[in-house]
T-cell receptor, first 113, second 109 residues
Framework: NAGVTQTPKFQVLKTGQSMTLQCAQDMNHNSMYWYRQDPGMGLRLIYYSASEGTTDKGEVPNGYNVSRLNKREFSLRLESAAPSQTSVYFC????????????FGNGTRLTVT | RKEVEQDPGPFNVPEGATVAFNCTYSNSASQSFFWYRQDCRKEPKLLMSVYSSGNEDGRFTAQLNRASQYISLLIRDSKLSDSATYLCVLPNTGNQFYFGTGTSLTVIP
């Protein structure tokens, strides 16, 4: 059972470089999410996709774009990385029913120098 | 008032002890609640779901008090491997979630 798979696990970027974080789930979940977590802070929602074909901004969307490629995949793109985007990024999914919990991927540790 | 509040701790307890954390919430209409465990630099993992008055799974018991709007997590016979941060999570009426900031637990030999 793969669950939620994120790639890459680690990445170092220079300021201004771009990259895409990949996320895929094999649980046939409707909703998918991207969070970031910084030291001493809780999880903050960047973007989410309630269902295939829809995306919405979360609490901290600036500097990011997303694509819900299909039901399985939800990617997060940094067009021009900044040191403030150094963080741990978690992708998550849920079935979509009101009482269903989140299932998280292993995370991507991104450092922007 | 924050949607979800947790005592950040840290809670330092000896092996074998019983420890309890509380999580208070502000939305009286909340129907489901989740406890997650997060180890350092790892992803949150679902520990327990609570949909009614409570839930029990081995050494772990979650209880819901709707009148006072809090849920608790009780860990009996603490193990060293229980050391982690415990997150309280509630879905909102949309498609998002409210996260507590987490309670840090260290079980000491």
């Amino acid at each position: 059972n793969a669950g939620v798979t994120q790639t890459p696990k680690f990445q170092v970027l220079k300021t201004g470089q771009s990259m895409t974080l990949q996320c895929a789930q094999d649980m046939n979940h409707n909703s998918m999410y991207w969070y970031r977590q910084d030291p001493g802070m809780g999880l903050r929602l960047i973007y989410y996709s309630a269902s295939e074909g829809t995306t919405d901004k979360g609490e901290v969307p600036n500097g990011y774009n997303v694509s819900r490629l299909n039901k399985r995949e939800f990617s997060l793109r940094l067009e021009s990385a900044a040191p403030s985007q150094t963080s741990v990024y978690f992708c998550a999914s849920r079935a979509g029913t009101l009482n269903s919990p989140l299932h998280f991927g292993n995370g991507t540790r991104l450092t922007v120098t | 008032r924050k949607e979800v509040e947790q005592d950040p701790g840290p809670f330092n307890v000896p092996e074998g002890a019983t420890v309890a954390f509380n999580c208070t919430y502000s939305n009286s209409a909340s129907q489901s609640f989740f406890w997650y465990r997060q180890d350092c630099r790892k992803e949150p993992k679902l520990l327990m779901s609570v949909y009614s008055s409570g839930n029990e799974d081995g050494r772990f018991t979650a209880q819901l008090n709707r009148a006072s709007q809090y849920i608790s997590l009780l860990i009996r016979d603490s193990k060293l491997s229980d050391s982690a941060t415990y997150l309280c999570v509630l879905p909102n009426t949309g498609n998002q979630f409210y996260f507590g900031t987490g309670t840090s637990l260290t079980v000491i030999p």
